[in-house]
């Protein structure tokens, strides 16, 4: 079973920058797809992100919301998968999460992922 754990949330004004990790607690050999959600509060959870691993092509997607602001990158040797995110806005505030699935499809589709991290919060104040 493999586990997620999401860190580097926290509080930032409008404009600027943070940096998401989320550390695999094992080799990610049977993962090939790593991916960024989001929900804020009354909304359905939403893809930002996601990347195949590099043997597989490391190609990446985005959500249009974020594109050009947001940039996701994968360490296959640390087992992590960073969601670095430039020129936040307010309506960017969501709890942020990891999800992996063992399909090299990157899919916005949350259910077809196997495992998820518990969640981050980011917050951009106004």
């Known amino acids: 079973q493999v586990q997620l754990v999401e860190s580097g949330g926290g509080v930032v004004q409008a404009g600027g920058s943070l940096r998401l990790s989320c550390a695999a607690s094992?080799?990610?050999?049977?993962?090939?797809?790593m991916a960024w959600f989001r929900q804020a509060p009354g909304q359905e959870r939403e893809f930002v992100a996601g990347?195949?691993?590099?043997?597989?092509?490391?190609?990446?997607a985005y959500a249009d919301s974020v594109k050009g602001r947001f940039a996701i990158s994968r360490d296959n040797a640390k087992n992590t998968v960073l969601l670095q995110m430039y020129r936040l806005k307010p309506e960017d505030t969501a709890v942020y999460y990891c999800?992996?699935?063992?399909?090299?499809?990157?899919?916005?589709?949350?259910?077809?992922?196997?495992?998820w991290g518990q969640g981050t919060q980011v917050t951009v104040s106004s």
């Open positions: 999800a992996a699935r063992s399909s090299c499809l990157i899919s916005s589709v949350p259910t077809v992922y196997d495992y």
């Open positions: 094992e080799r990610t050999l049977t993962i090939c797809t």
């Open positions: 990347i195949k691993r590099s043997d597989y092509g490391g190609s990446t």
